[in-house]
């Protein structure tokens, strides 16, 4: 299929199945028992603190490494019951390895992300195979609590809530739970339809019933929830994305969110039947926009460049993720905004920049500029939380456009919690997220027990 440049198929289909294949292959077992023979099992260990789930990181490694498997696995998630995802998905190159040890020492800080892959996929395996799971719910409760929000949050607290004898509904504005874990990152980090199987795995305790295609706002109120339900939790994550304010922007073939780009991508049967275009510019500095432009590379862009306003070292990707788009293939630009979309016939044809510099700390146009020649357009330059889902901030306190929580997760609304990319708790990162569903959990329980 052709559309202006932009087309399908433009790969093998072993192309594709290289360019998509797994980007941090499983360790075996053999490989999993040298790594972890590499840890100093520090006492007070600054990779555990450096884990924002407390992760006891030098007891699951040492586990690997008397052949407990499943008691590694058991350690993590207790800690961090998506412990499968994030050891995917999380910058454990800017999180726990940093703070190795050896990583002081040497620069080779242990693979902590692949063991708490190998002894968490272990474990999963084992769920599947004999359709048990690790924990056991407490007594019943009687309390019945809506988490509004099937991503790492809501998952997380929904799974927390369950083990502590509470029923929980998980509504989802999606058919399909996951929310950015299904929909949001790139498909070479989660082969394998891993996220809904971390779905199933999380659903496995029990007493958790999903309540899909029910979005906050429209088929769902928060003033019903909170007089339905003994509790609530929001983990909604961010619904709107900013624009760049350039004309054209919403009605030019071509031009569009990067994170509608990744969704689709990630949902497609057949990734030969994914259009991209020829030349391929994404804007922005962030980890959807390393995403996107990867992938658009690895679909079959001949060009494409990732456009960032301000330096390597303020984009909020990690290193390595840059590194990873530059061996990719994809050129990044920094210092540049974009100024002007150029189009024919209604599709984007181009799109001009303005250079960019410090000027006593805040960021002005140079003076120069440039024009990239571009078929597609991937805008992802952060997302919004949208007011109007919940009643805007006459009904929840915000802070900094999020909503406003307390160390518990609490909202300013009596029963009412949230977490994740929604909430002001300073992270968006999925283990930030599966953290602050655990502690609202706690929280939550602490509520509904006095």
Known sequence: MQDNGIRSGRLSAEAYASGFADIHPPLDRHEAFVEADRCYFCFDAP???ACPTSIDIPLFIRQISTGNDLGAAQTILESNILGGMCARVCPTETLCEEACVREAAEGKPVKIGLLQRHATDVALQKAEETQTHPFTRAPATGKTI?????????????????????????YDAHDKLGGLNEFGIAAYKATDHFAQREVNFVLGIGGITPKPGQKLGETLKL??????????????????????????????????????????????????????????VVIGGGMTAIDAAVQAKRLG??????????????????????????????????????????????????????????????????????????DMVLTAIGQVLVEDDFGGAEVLALKNGKISVDETRATSLKGVWAGGDCAATGEDLTVAAVEDGKQAALSIDQFLRA
């Open 47 to 49: 990779c555990q603190k």
């Open 146 to 170: 809506a988490v509004v929000g099937a991503g790492p949050a809501g998952l997380s607290a929904a799974h927390r809530l369950s083990l502590l004898g509470h029923n929980v509904d998980l």
């Open 223 to 280: 003033k019903a929830l909170r007089k339905h339900y003994d509790a609530v939790f929001l983990g909604i994550g961010l619904a709107s994305v900013n624009k760049l304010g350039l004309s054209g922007e919403n009605r030019l073939k071509g031009v569009e969110d990067a994170i509608e780009f990744i969704a689709r991508l990630r949902q497609a049967q057949d990734l030969s039947s994914v259009p991209v275009g020829k030349r391929v």
């Open 301 to 374: 862009a001949m060009e494409v460049t990732l456009v960032y306003r301000r330096g390597a070292e303020a984009m909020k990707a990690s290193k390595y993720e840059q590194d990873l788009a530059k061996i990719s293939g994809v050129t990044i630009r920094h210092w540049a905004q974009p100024a002007k979309l150029h189009s024919k016939d209604g599709t984007v044809t181009g799109i001009s920049f303005d250079e960019t510099t410090l000027v006593k700390g805040k960021l002005e146009p140079s003076g120069e500029c440039f024009k990239l020649a571009a």
